[in-house]
């Protein structure tokens, strides 16, 4: 199966570099609690929920602290990632959710995500999020096939999963994204068809689907290294790769960033795109607050203390939890404006790229 070459959204094209031009920035919150660490993931998370207090209180604490660094730049999109955002209730989303409103300034129509895991969610606290200001449900599906579920850990049954996502349809959501993983262990085309014709039966907006990947410092890393699991064959992974845009551009969907795919529409052509991953892919700027976010802005890049003890005591003493920090060289923002354009489908941003580095791919 080829990968197709479909019209480009020019609506969204427009928006996003108009949001570039703009500078109009996105705000990540870091949410860093899991009920148990998946085998796969390699992002900061603890299972100590006792912890949630003293979490949200320095969430507060650290608004007002970097709030003060933002205050030219306006606001279009809010991120919840984590970790497992939707073990926090809504009431605490929302509070977060007014804070960080009292002291960034935000658009008005600014995207408002929260994800959430498929075991942790009913129809009544998807309806309370979407109450306390959400508007955009991103659902951690991974799979429907209860065997791959089993191999990546995951606390939900594939029925819990179609629930949520029903669940979120029922409470008003109109922007709900679905995830899943591929590239497993023997997994054949046929098993991973299956589990992407289930996802569109059900009508997302929007479609995340990344290769698993063995990432140093996990049990599944762990587990290959020893022998114990061996993945799946590079050019069967290629082959599954083609497979996913194939189907799902055949189904509706714009594949416009290699591991994302947003559905289309007359009247929503390209604005289904995820607003605020865009930022990352365009060197706009985005603030990140909870341990481990990133933040960027300009030329610069920082990340905060990827330990929630530290993070606690930094933000107690009114400190900036930061735990590291970069300024890019020229070259560096060369290369990686390369190497993002070429994750986009609209491609490198050529004209762009001139005339911010004075160079032309012309020779």
Not at 90 to 98: A, K, R, T
Request: one cysteine or more; glycine letters at 10%; proline letters at 4%.
């Amino acid at each position: 199966m080829g990968l197709k070459v479909t019209a480009l959204s020019d609506g969204w094209l427009m928006q996003a570099l108009k949001a570039a031009a703009a500078d109009l920035a996105g705000l990540y919150i870091h949410v860093p609690f899991c009920l148990k660490k998946c085998p796969y993931c390699d992002f900061y998370s603890v299972t100590d929920l006792e912890l949630k207090p003293a979490y949200l209180r320095s969430v507060f604490s650290e608004v007002e602290i970097v709030s003060k660094d933002w205050v030219d730049l306006t606001f279009d999109s809010i991120y919840f990632g984590g970790g497992t955002p939707s073990l926090l209730s809504s009431h605490e989303i929302g509070g977060i959710l007014e804070k960080a409103r009292n002291r960034f300034r935000f658009s008005s129509d600014t995207e408002v995500t929260l994800e959430v895991n498929p075991g942790t969610v009913d129809p009544k606290s998807l309806e309370a999020y979407r109450m306390a200001g959400i508007n955009r449900i991103n659902i951690g599906v991974q799979s429907f096939n209860p065997r791959n579920l089993a191999f990546l850990g995951r606390i939900h049954t594939d029925a819990e999963a179609v629930a949520a996502i029903e669940g979120a349809g029922r409470a008003g959501f109109t922007n709900i994204g679905i995830d899943l993983i591929y590239g497993l262990p023997d997994q054949t085309e046929q098993v991973w068809l299956a589990d992407l014709k289930k996802a569109v039966d059900l009508n997302p907006s929007h479609l995340s689907c990344y290769l698993l990947s063995y990432e140093p410092g996990t049990v599944l890393y762990t587990r290959r290294e020893s022998g114990e699991v061996e993945p799946l064959p590079q050019v069967r992974q290629a082959d599954l790769f083609l497979t996913t845009s194939g189907y799902l551009e055949d189904h509706g969907f714009e594949h416009y960033e290699v591991s994302n795919f947003a559905r289309m529409g007359e009247g929503i052509s390209g604005f289904n795109r995820s607003r605020h991953n865009q930022k990352y892919w365009i060197f706009a700027s985005y603030a990140g607050l909870g341990p481990g976010a990133h933040s960027f802005r300009e030329n610069k890049r920082w990340w905060n203390i990827r330990d929630i003890d530290g993070y606690l005591e930094e933000t107690r003493s009114d400190m900036r939890p930061v735990g590291g920090e970069e300024t890019l060289s020229t070259i560096q923002q060369q290369m990686e404006a390369v190497y993002l354009g070429l994750r986009r489908r609209e491609g490198i941003a050529v004209k762009d790229f001139e005339k911010r580095f004075g160079l032309s791919f012309d020779g």
